[in-house]
């Protein structure tokens, strides 16, 4: 059983950064992408980056790109998001997943099957 337990949410104002953390425990970490996603109140989880197996074809979405760094440590069995310059608008609970199906590198929620419970990350003005 895959279980995925975020870290590093906090309370920071816009320009700072932040650096999350997801840790993996359960099959071999390294066979599946993952993925980070968020949710702010009243809106859609949506997609935020995305990791292949061996740490290749980082994917991003167009608000995130240049700003926010996905990474994995297979030897740690973590995957990280290093978000710079924050945005109130990048307010939000984010969300680590992982797809254990072998989808590719996804970038719907569907794609990933298993979820951590999130960390709530606010940006203030």
């Known amino acids: 059983q895959v279980q995925l337990v975020e870290s590093g949410g906090g309370l920071v104002q816009a320009g700072d950064s932040l650096k999350l953390s997801c840790a993996a425990s359960?099959?071999?970490?390294?066979?599946?992408?993952m993925g980070w996603f968020r949710q702010a109140p009243g809106k859609e989880r949506e997609f935020v980056a995305c990791?292949?197996?061996?740490?290749?074809?980082?994917s991003y979405a167009d608000s995130v790109k240049g700003r926010f760094t996905i990474s994995r440590d297979n030897a740690k069995n973590a995957v990280h998001l290093e978000m710079n310059s924050l945005k109130p608008e990048d307010t939000a609970v984010y969300y680590c997943?992982?797809?254990?199906?072998?989808?590719?590198?996804?970038?719907?929620?569907?794609?990933?099957?298993?979820w951590g419970k999130g960390t709530q990350v606010t940006v203030s003005s």
């Open positions: 990791i292949s197996r061996s740490g290749g074809r980082p």
């Open positions: 997943a992982l797809d254990s199906r072998g989808t590719g590198v996804g970038v719907r929620p569907i794609d990933y099957d298993y």
């Open positions: 359960g099959p071999t970490f390294s066979n599946y992408a």
